[in-house]
Nanobody, 122 residues
Framework: QVQLVESGGGLVQAGGSLRLSCAASGRTFSSYAMGWFRQPPGKEREFVAAISGSGGTTYYADSVKGRFTISRDNAKSTVYLQMNSLKPEDTAVYYC???????????????WGLGTQVTVSS
């Protein structure tokens, strides 16, 4: 079972940027897709972005397209989420997970980590 540790969250003003990191355990990191999800206060967890095992294909929620960029470094077993032009509505706990890329949307496969809090002030 892969273990995931998210980091890089914090408090930022609207319009600012943050870069989240997710370190994964295991030797087969490059063989599976990874995704970022977030849970805003009082709401359900939602999909943000996903990336294929090779890093060649990426997917984004409409709400973050053009502002967020997902990437990965398979040598470091780490996936990143660069977040630019942040808005107060991006405030949430952000989680990463191993995902299955299916037509209905990326499906998380592993147990959730603790996540990292992102707070965007207006």
């Amino acid at each position: 079972q892969v273990q995931l540790v998210e980091s890089g969250g914090g408090l930022v003003q609207a319009g600012g940027s943050l870069r989240l990191s997710c370190a994964a355990s295991g030797r087969t990191f490059s063989s599976y897709a990874m995704g970022w999800f977030r849970q805003p206060p009082g709401k359900e967890r939602e999909f943000v972005a996903a990336i294929s095992g090779s890093g060649g294909t990426t997917y984004y929620a409409d709400s973050v397209k053009g502002r967020f960029t997902i990437s990965r470094d398979n040598a470091k077993s780490t996936v990143y989420l660069q977040m630019n032009s942040l808005k107060p509505e991006d405030t949430a706990v952000y989680y990463c997970n191993k995902v299955l890329l299916v037509v209905s949307g990326p499906k998380p496969l592993a147990s959730w980590g603790l996540g990292t809090q992102v707070t965007v002030s207006s």
